[in-house]
């Protein structure tokens, strides 16, 4: 098994026990065989607390099983704003957010999240009217025609 694939079983068993459930597994990625990167998120956020104990786990089962060798580098980290939304799980904690939006069909959307319901995220997007203001349309976008979605960083 991949070392991928082996700390992505270990980190999901992790995510079944009680005290885990409102984490998820984001993303796991070994760079150049020695370099071992976790995102991890939570469905109110995630702390870094619970970033480090996920990686004294892993790294307590790497050091036993050996698959890295003696040298390693393990980051256990939350996704962070400039990364893309890659589950609908993570769409719920930005309902107010503005959403930049890439859908398979080729579309660019840019909207506020209003809601998650079911398989189906609801923006409201700002579309322009020939000779008239701006209007406000909310739009169901189903999860499976987002191609790319990430939370619009603004600084005021």
Request: glycine share 8%.
């Amino acid at each position: 098994m991949k070392p991928e694939q082996l700390i992505q079983t270990w980190v999901e068993s992790r995510l079944q026990e009680p005290d885990w459930h409102s984490f998820f597994l984001l993303e796991v990625q070994v760079k150049e065989g020695k370099k071992v990167e976790v995102y991890m998120d939570g469905d109110t956020g995630i702390t870094l607390a619970t970033c480090r104990d996920m990686s004294r786990y892993l790294e307590g089962l790497l050091d036993e099983g050996g698959q890295l060798g003696e040298e390693y580098t393990l980051e256990v980290s939350s996704p962070g704003a400039s990364r893309p939304l890659l589950l609908l799980r993570q769409y719920g904690k930005h309902v107010g957010r503005t959403l930049e939006i890439k859908l398979t069909s080729g579309d660019r959307i840019e909207g506020s999240l209003l809601k998650v319901e079911g398989n189906d995220i609801y923006v409201t997007e700002t579309v322009k009217v020939k000779g008239k203001k701006k209007e406000f349309v909310e739009r169901a976008i189903p999860f499976s025609e987002i191609q790319e979605s990430s939370v619009k960083l603004s600084f005021k």
